[in-house]
């Protein structure tokens, strides 16, 4: 467990930042976004296969985590900024 706890912190980032790169590239609604970092999550976390020696579910539960983390810390500091404005 400590390894996939490990793995989710060096794949939120990367995920958020490409879930970033959709939303600007892409018109998308916003109920759409957590599936959305999900998706880029799992997809991430299964072909980080060089990096890593962790298992394919390892990996999976990984991408996962780090994409449902990291699309609720992108809303939390969101929805932080534009109440403090």
Known sequence: MQQVLIFT????PIVTAMVQVVKQTVTLPNNVLPILSLVVGLGIGSVAFPFTEMDLVLRLWAGAFAGLGGTGLYELVAKREGTSK
């Open 9 to 12: 912190t060096i794949l939120a």
